[in-house]
């Protein structure tokens, strides 16, 4: 992880912690949250800020978002990427090139955003 995105997500996490203490009611689900969001990176923090800000949580929200970010935690963008052999002759187009996946954080804002 680059210094500056390890300084910023050192800076936010008083704001971050508050946030969650604010809006996650289940103590489990806010421990899964702390602890899953520490190797984000400065662009994740500030997305579940966002998240954390903008929308109120009941019970099944706050697991949505547990587990939502410990999807994120593990998330590798380029895991069903196809790369091309050169002993294969690969004519195909890669599924992963023409629709990547969504961030599991993105995911759960536009979740969130449509039940508005």
Same mark, same amino acid.
């Given at each position: 992880?680059?210094?500056?995105?390890?300084?910023?997500?050192?800076?936010?996490?008083?704001?971050?912690?508050?946030?969650?203490? &604010?809006?996650?009611?289940?103590?489990? @689900?806010?421990?899964?949250?702390?602890?899953?969001?520490?190797?984000?990176?400065?662009?994740?923090?500030?997305?579940?800020?966002?998240?954390? &800000?903008?929308?109120?949580?009941?019970?099944?929200?706050?697991?949505?978002?547990?587990?939502?970010?410990?999807?994120?935690?593990?998330?590798?963008?380029?895991?069903?990427?196809?790369?091309?052999?050169?002993?294969?002759?690969?004519?195909?187009?890669?599924?992963?090139?023409?629709?990547?996946?969504?961030?599991?954080?993105?995911? @759960?804002?536009?979740?969130?955003?449509?039940?508005?």
């Amino acid at each position: 992880m680059p210094f500056r995105d390890m300084m910023q997500a050192f800076f936010k996490s008083p704001v971050m912690r508050t946030l969650i203490e &604010q809006k996650i009611s289940n103590g489990d @689900y806010a421990r899964m949250i702390e602890t899953h969001r520490q190797p984000f990176s400065g662009p994740e923090n500030e997305l579940l800020e966002e998240i954390l &800000q903008r929308f109120e949580f009941d019970v099944v929200q706050q697991q949505a978002l547990a587990q939502t970010v410990m999807q994120q935690a593990r998330f590798d963008p380029n895991a069903l990427h196809i790369e091309e052999f050169e002993d294969e002759d690969v004519t195909g187009i890669c599924p992963h090139c023409l629709n990547p996946p969504v961030p599991p954080l993105r995911d @759960y804002l536009m979740w969130r955003e449509r039940q508005m």
